[in-house]
């Protein structure tokens, strides 16, 4: 017997069974650890769950973020960020590989984060989200305010109490978390249902909007950061102020914002004017409005009695021109018996030198001429009225020759029912009563007792040529 045929007491495992065996190993050994490494490839299929990797220097582990974690995990993996995340280990029998299954995921260390931010605001600002051309003014005395900030914290305290030292005025507060998940959206939800109030609704619509946080690590301000709260600043119709940490804070909204300011009491001076500095100016230049108004009518003044004392006398131009018209007046009366006897003469001259006797044989030749044609119009006028008459006499007898009187008094008759309608048929019931109607008037007759009157015979005819109808 060779030495491996020898019974053995090692046991023997199915593939199936030794892969379940080491995946309940390793997730009873590792069920929470925390990995930090640099994501590789992220892949997102349409499931909706991530897969990637991390790696260092020497090694690389699979990972998996399922679906539902994703909507939670504050930020969107990228290949090349540095991140720590939780979660467990696990095989995958499949591909006889492990992986850790994910539930959180931050990024790692100050500069990870500051190295997203900027590959995020070079990719926003090449879209244009910050050209200042597209930010509208502010507002000089905006009537409404709109502050997205928490209710609970001293910025809303802060801004209500600066606006009320330097103007007054009404405040919409939309209260959002300004940290934590979930905070962008509502961020970004708060400026767009801003922008969606109408015009003239029950809800007043701000004329300017403040976006406000107070101080905190770049990791708490990074709802502020993200990019859907930088979309819809750079969206927003409602000029808007940023006012996000302290002064040494910068955040990308700040970059879309119409203007930055360093706190929130800031963006409070920067949104109204102080009321009495208003006051004082109005004063001062209202004074000044007076006293330019009064020089100028002073300078008017004496421009007008400097070109009045130019003018000449007024009663000597009356006199010149009254002088005038008496003298146009007496020579217009002169001239004009002058101007009729001139006329005449010239009216004399003109007639004797005409030639009368041609232009008198001219008139009676063309006189005569006229009354011949005339009487040559009025002949032909009678005639055509001769043709027309005997014409309309032909047309009234072959008119008459065709009526139905003529033809009765050719011995023909007609017959009425008692409704007054003509009688076309020889069917009828006895009894009937009917009018016959001839050429010299109308007889009623009764039908007798035979259905049809066709069916009686014949009477001879009378001395007239009529027959009896029945």
């Known amino acids: 017997m060779t030495e491996t045929s020898l019974p053995s007491n090692t046991p023997e495992f199915s593939v199936s069974e030794l892969s379940n065996a080491l995946k309940r190993t390793v997730e009873d050994a590792f069920g929470f650890v925390k990995v930090r490494g640099e994501l590789g490839r992220v892949s997102v299929p349409r499931s909706g769950h991530c897969y990637l990797t991390l790696k260092d220097e020497t090694a690389v582990l699979d990972g998996v973020v399922w679906k539902g974690v994703m909507a939670r995990l504050g930020l969107v993996p990228e290949e090349g960020m540095e991140v720590v995340v939780t979660g467990k280990l696990t095989t995958y029998p499949g591909k006889s590989s492990y992986q850790i299954v994910i539930d959180s995921m931050e990024l790692a260390g100050e500069g990870a984060l500051l190295k997203l931010l900027e590959e995020r605001r070079r990719r926003l600002a090449a ?122 804070d910068t955040t990308l909204i700040d970059f879309a914002a119409a203007l930055r300011a360093p706190t929130p009491t800031a963006a409070a001076e920067k949104a109204v004017p102080v009321r009495l500095d208003v006051l004082a100016q109005v004063t001062d230049d209202g004074a000044r409005l007076d006293g330019a108004i009064a020089r100028l009518l002073e300078e008017r003044g004496v421009r007008l009695e400097g070109l009045a004392r130019g003018l000449p006398d007024l009663d000597r131009l009356l006199g010149e021109a009254a002088q005038r018209l008496d003298d146009r007046a007496e020579r217009l009366g002169n001239a004009l018996p002058a101007l009729v006897r001139e006329k005449s003469h010239r009216l004399s001259a003109v007639a004797g030198g005409l030639r009368l006797e041609p232009l008198r044989q001219d008139i009676a030749r063309k006189t005569s001429e006229t009354a011949r044609l005339s009487e040559r119009l009025g002949g032909a006028y009678q005639r055509f009225l001769q043709l027309g008459e005997r014409h309309l006499i032909q047309l009234g007898d072959r008119l008459e020759g065709n009526s139905y009187e003529s033809v009765l008094k050719r011995g023909y008759a007609v017959v009425w029912d008692d409704a007054g309608r003509l009688v076309t048929s020889a069917q009828a019931a006895p009894g009937l009563a009917w009018t016959v109607e001839m050429a010299d008037g109308k007889t009623p007759v009764t039908v007798g007792a035979t259905s049809s009157v066709s069916a009686k015979p014949k009477a001879k005819a009378s001395s007239s040529g009529q027959g009896d109808l029945f």
């Not at 809303?156 to 606006?163: G, T, V, Y």
């Not at 950061?225 to 940490?245: C, D, H, K, T, Y």
């Open 127 to 248: 879209e244009g989200l910050f050209d200042p051309a597209r930010k509208p003014r502010l507002p000089f005395l905006p009537e409404v305010i709109g502050v997205v900030t928490s209710p609970t914290g001293a910025v809303i305290r802060d801004i209500l109490h600066r606006l009320a030292e330097r103007f007054p005025r009404y405040v919409l507060l939309w209260p959002v978390l300004v940290q934590g998940a979930g905070a962008a959206e509502q961020i970004a939800a708060a400026i767009n249902g801003f922008n969606a109030l109408p015009e003239g609704g029950p809800v007043p619509r701000p004329d300017l909007l403040i976006v406000a946080r107070g101080g905190g690590s770049l990791e708490d301000l990074m709802a502020f950061n993200e990019e859907v709260v930088v979309r819809a600043a750079a969206a927003s119709r409602i000029p808007l102020i940023s006012a996000v940490g302290h002064e040494t």
